[in-house]
């Protein structure tokens, strides 16, 4: 059996070429969203709820996973330690499909590099106006304790779940926009002249993360786009490419 910990959009590409060859998949994912949008593929068994370190390993020990594959999130560093940490426990193989982010080529001057939330708050200071936080609701609770002078709008999923929670972190209805990612150049460009924005604040999520169309919706206003920079993690054996990491995973393992 081959497990997946899936978190990004490319999982459904991964699991339909997986798929030609066999079902003897177990699919672990943090939401049941995620695992809503995986139901049409042939799988063994899927969980939807987040696990951790021993959560992955009774998960290995119950289907008898051989080798772990970890295409979570390129930004999710806790699920990729407990990912690499449970296969070492389980003396199986592990695997990183890796999201290559998009922004490191660029030269748009008003491109602002920081290492994390706690040095938002200096950058946000040097900005006048309304900012456009794109990085996630679970990153929210982190910008409110900066208690920035800032009005912060924040895009999130759809989910009434994650509504309500934002909301109980004190954030006002009118500072949510709610909507499924990956948004495109004229729409992000649209929540710019909507809410007045002088910033964005994204992570390098890649191309299919929707990163390119908000450069360009920053760059044709003329704003900020402040950039939380990934972690540095060594992974090991990584994959950037998903026909490469079947062709792999099949070739290797003979599933």
Known sequence: MIGFILGTSEGKKILKMMNRHTDKIVVSTATEYGGELLKEYKVAHLNTKPLDKDGLIDLIKNFNI???????????????KNAMQSAK????????????????????????????YNELKEVL??????????????NIGNILKLNCRNRIIHRILPSSK??????????????????????????????????????IITKDSGTVGGTLE????????????????????????TFYNETELVEHLIKKYNF
Do not use: C
Request: proline content about 3%; overall charge negative; glycine content about 8%.
């Open 66 to 80: 051989t080798v772990l594959v970890d295409a979570s999130h390129p930004y999710a560093t806790e699920v990729s």
């Open 89 to 116: 426990d389980s003396k199986i193989a592990y695997i990183r499909y890796e999201r290559e982010g998009v922004l490191s080529s660029s030269d748009y001057k008003n491109i602002i590099k920081i290492q994390g």
């Open 125 to 138: 200071e040097e900005i006048d106006g309304n900012i456009l936080n794109t990085t996630g609701s679970r």
């Open 162 to 199: 994650i509504l309500q929670e934002v909301l109980d972190l004190g954030v006002d209805i009118q500072d949510v926009i709610a909507i499924k990612g990956p948004v495109g150049y004229e729409l992000n460009k649209g929540f710019i002249d909507q809410y007045n924005a002088k910033a």
């Open 214 to 237: 908000k450069l360009k919706s920053a760059i044709d206003r003329d704003i900020k786009l402040i950039v939380i920079d990934k972690p540095k993690m060594n992974y090991g054996d």
